[in-house]
């Protein structure tokens, strides 16, 4: 079988290259999405859109609990070639994502105006940002089992059909904006919209899969309708780390958000804005190549195949390094030309260029830590990856962005994300070197 016996680097690469393509895709229509906000709607409209992110990551964090701790069991129980139990993981990671996707939308009805005032958002910009993220949550459902279902994709041994229904999601959500938001001038109530039809059109292609004749698994309704407490407990376990990290994050951008509109008003939200959506391409894609390892890992592993596993982390390391520097360089040079994709106002080049720069400075550190992460999630090292997300959001993301403002006003906010990088690097590579030694025979690290 190609898991078992193809060489780790062709096998990373059929793995990676699909997902990295897909997430490239998915960059792509979110920066067009902003692109369109920007020149239609104007900089109050990034703003707006900035406000509504932490909402919209905590969405995403159950996604990750659920979605990323369902593949890991079904790449598992693949690789040890057990069937049913990797169809009833299947079968109850989709019942959670669709459990939780309804249960979020009752945000849109209740508490929507306290989120976003939590956020950072002024009386002026309220009213916008309330209309997009009311839409956002309406289609909750459709964002989480869109994102969950392409995860146990790849977990299937087909990643280059995930990638297709992120390409689909993706152009989908262009054409959308184009009809919304240019064509009948919905403003901010078409981006979001375009969003989750599009989310929606991802989710439908990939159940579809589970009902063609190239998926090795399929949706039993009895493993939809009979959920065990045993087997959400261990999907939880594994998607746990992820989660963590989501929900901090959630936190770290609530706060950061206040921090910008209070060093740098509502023109320092559109700026970061704008950062977040040209990171999407810039930072974001080689998270693709994290996930595109879990399975190979996870299935080496059910396998009894140490070996291939440290070889697969080691490769992956230098593939989201050499992605990382590349980054670097296009964040450095280009800068000016990006933001003016989005908008043209001197206010807003006079923030975001010198803060784009500064926060690309220690992008290339990131590698070891993605890579480390992705590998114990995929290894099923839950207490593990919990710990190592923990300590690089609690230490090194949260205390410079407290700590460098106070000297260095919006600067300091730019100036702790290379802070955060660098820091969660060197915590990281100590994790790495005691998996090694795990995978190598000592069975007393990282015990679950």
């Excluded at 669709?98 to 249960?103: D, E, K, P, T």
């Excluded at 609530?254 to 023109?267: P, S």
């Excluded at 300590?391 to 730019?414: D, E, M, N």
Aim: hydrophobic share 55%.
């Amino acid at each position: 079988m190609l898991m078992d016996e193809e060489k780790i680097p062709k096998l990373l690469i059929y793995f990676a290259i699909p997902a990295m393509v897909g997430m490239v895709a998915g960059a792509i229509y979110n920066i067009v999405d902003r692109i369109f906000v920007g020149r239609f709607v104007g900089t109050d409209g990034l703003a707006a859109i900035t406000l509504s992110f932490p909402v919209m990551l905590l969405l995403f964090s159950f996604s990750l609990l659920i979605g990323v701790g369902g593949s890991s069991r079904v790449a598992i129980l693949r690789g040890a070639k057990k069937q049913r139990p990797a169809e009833q993981a299947l079968g109850h990671t989709l019942m959670l994502l669709a459990a939780v996707g309804f249960a979020g939308m009752g945000l849109s009805v209740y508490g929507v105006d306290l989120l976003l005032r939590l956020s950072g958002a002024s009386e002026e910009i309220l009213p916008l940002a309330r209309n997009y993220l009311r839409i956002i949550l309406i289609g909750g459902p459709l964002a989480l089992m869109g994102h969950g279902i392409n995860s146990l994709v790849r977990a299937c041994g087909s990643p280059r059909y995930a990638m297709g229904t992120q390409i689909l999601g993706a152009f989908s959500n262009i054409l959308l904006d184009a009809l919304f938001i240019v064509k009948m001038g919905m403003g901010v109530e078409g981006a979001a919209l375009g969003t989750v039809l599009a989310q929606g059109a991802a989710a439908i292609c990939g159940l579809m899969f589970f009902y063609s004749g190239s998926s090795p698994l399929r949706i039993r309704l009895h493993f939809l309708v009979r959920l065990r407490i045993k087997v959400i407990k261990k999907i939880f376990a594994v998607g746990s780390s992820p989660f963590i990290t989501e929900l901090s994050f959630v936190f770290y951008m609530t706060l950061m958000n206040n921090m910008v509109r209070k060093y740098g008003g509502d023109i320092g939200l559109s700026a970061m804005g704008v950062f977040l959506s040209l990171d999407s391409i810039l930072f974001l894609p080689a998270l693709a190549i994290g996930e595109a390892v879990q399975p190979v890992i996870g299935y080496n592993y059910g396998a009894g195949k140490p070996d291939r596993v440290i070889r697969a982390i080691k490769y992956a390391i230098k593939m989201v390094t050499c992605f990382y520097v590349l980054s670097f360089v296009v964040a450095e040079i280009f800068t000016e030309k990006m933001i003016l994709l989005f908008n043209d106002s001197p206010k807003l080049l006079a923030i975001g260029v010198p803060g784009m720069r500064i926060a690309y400075i220690g992008i290339i550190f990131m590698g070891v830590t993605i890579i480390t992460n992705s590998a114990l999630l995929g290894l099923g090292r839950a207490r593990a990856a919990i710990t190592l997300s923990v300590f690089r959001h609690a230490v090194f993301l949260f205390l410079p962005l407290i700590i460098l403002p106070r000297f260095y006003g919006l600067w300091g906010i730019w100036m702790s994300f290379p802070v955060g990088d660098i820091s969660g690097c060197l915590i990281a590579a100590l994790f790495l070197k005691r998996l090694f030694n795990w995978l190598k025979g000592d069975s007393a690290l990282f015990s679950n």
